[in-house]
């Protein structure tokens, strides 16, 4: 089990840009996944980036491409989410969450930790 806490979240406008970052901790996460969900009002948690620790290889929901990007660093142990041009479409709480194993899952039954979740709301 690992254990995640975002941060970064806020208040932007549309158009602009936010960083997301979650600090990942606990037992050796060399074979893990970790990926970006988002839970906007009345909806569910959707998928939106996820990456494999140890390699980098990444994927992503077709609504995200080209304007989101999943990285991490690996001597600072955290997961970054680069938003930008955001629209109000993306209000909602991003989760942080993790699986062990290297595959790139998209489904959020396939993720085991998360984290608390961060507020981004994006105004018109």
């Known amino acids: 089990q690992v254990q995640l806490v975002e941060s970064g979240g806020g208040l932007v406008q549309a158009g602009g840009s936010l960083r997301l970052s979650c600090a990942v901790s606990?037992?050796?996460?060399?074979?893990?996944?970790m990926a970006w969900f988002r839970q906007a009002p009345g909806k569910e948690r959707a998928f939106v980036a996820a990456?494999?620790?140890?390699?980098?290889?990444?994927i992503y929901a077709d609504s995200m491409k080209g304007r989101f990007t999943i990285s991490r660093d690996n001597a600072q142990n955290t997961l970054y989410l680069q938003m930008n041009s955001l629209k109000p479409e993306d209000t909602a709480v991003y989760y942080c969450?993790?699986?062990?194993?290297?595959?790139?899952?998209?489904?959020?039954?396939?993720?085991?930790?998360w984290g608390q979740g961060t507020q981004v709301t994006v105004s018109s």
């Open positions: 969450a993790a699986r062990s194993g290297g595959l790139l899952y998209s489904q959020l039954r396939d993720y085991n930790d």
């Open positions: 606990g037992r050796t996460f060399y074979n893990y996944v």
């Open positions: 990456i494999r620790w140890i390699g980098g290889s990444t």
